[in-house]
T-cell receptor, first 113, second 119 residues
Framework: ETGVTQTPRHLVMGMTNKKSLKCEQHLGHNAMYWYKQSAKKPLELMFVYNFKEQTENNSVPSRFSPECPNSSHLFLHLHTLQPEDSALYLCASSHPSGPYEQYFGPGTRLTVT | AQKITQTQPGMFVQEKEAVTLDCTYD???????LFWYKQPSSGEMIFLIYQGSYDEQNATEGRYSLNFQKARKSANLVISASQLGDSAMYFC????????????????FGQGTILTVHP
């Protein structure tokens, strides 16, 4: 596999469920990101990891819990979500510094019922 | 705080014509980077073009060019010879560079412009 992959591509979960989103990058990058894209809103940065260390938490509710076990993998653990959390969740990776673009995965379309 | 504004919710263009998508930004940083991404209906964000704040020349990548006017804080995307496959949402984004000169890669996105190319 090449680039940035995300699984699952679609997820429907109830408010009491616990699920995890997975992101994997095969680009040799050391920075990884989670974004949330809601309808009719700009992309919102959620978390940033540089060399496995979290460097940004953009005031994200604790029902979203990120995990970065190594520079190639990033998870987003979900529990007791709300219907307003339904959105497209995008993962991205890049080199951590310099004028480098971010490469995005295809996203996970999450629906909370 | 940074802000990106895309004032065109939707744009239409005839196939093979050129189109300009507007983007203005606001930042107090002296060093920053500007990006354009394309998002087809499939959802994936595709990187198109990059412009650094200190770059003297406008960036070009194939049919994409960036009309960078630093004094006006604008970074418009020009797509030449539009194709049907160009129909998508287009996002302008900016990355800050902190005082130490390293970037944590945080991107701020505009609201996006939906481009529709007519045959």
């Amino acid at each position: 596999e090449t680039g940035v992959t995300q699984t699952p591509r679609h997820l429907v979960m109830g408010m009491t469920n616990k699920k995890s989103l997975k992101c994997e990058q095969h680009l040799g990058h050391n920075a990884m990101y989670w974004y949330k894209q809601s309808a009719k809103k700009p992309l919102e940065l959620m978390f940033v990891y540089n060399f496995k260390e979290q460097t940004e938490n953009n005031s994200v509710p604790s029902r979203f819990s990120p995990e970065c076990p190594n520079s190639s993998h990033l998870f987003l653990h979900l529990h007791t979500l709300q219907p307003e959390d339904s959105a497209l969740y995008l993962c991205a990776s890049s080199h951590p510094s310099g004028p480098y673009e971010q490469y995005f995965g295809p996203g996970t379309r999450l629906t909370v019922t | 705080a940074q802000k990106i504004t895309q004032t065109q919710p939707g744009m239409f263009v005839q196939e093979k014509e050129a189109v300009t998508l507007d983007c203005t930004y606001d930042t107090s940083d002296q060093s920053y980077g500007l990006f354009w991404y394309k998002q087809p209906s499939s959802g994936e964000m595709i990187f198109l073009i990059y412009q650094g704040s200190y770059d003297e020349q406008n960036a070009t990548e194939g049919r994409y060019s960036l009309n960078f006017q630093k004094a006006r804080k604008s970074a418009n995307l020009v797509i030449s010879a539009s194709q049907l496959g160009d129909s998508a949402m287009y996002f302008c984004a900016m990355r800050e560079v902190n005082a130490g000169g390293t970037s944590y890669g945080k991107l701020t996105f505009g609201q996006g412009t939906i481009l529709t190319v007519h045959p």
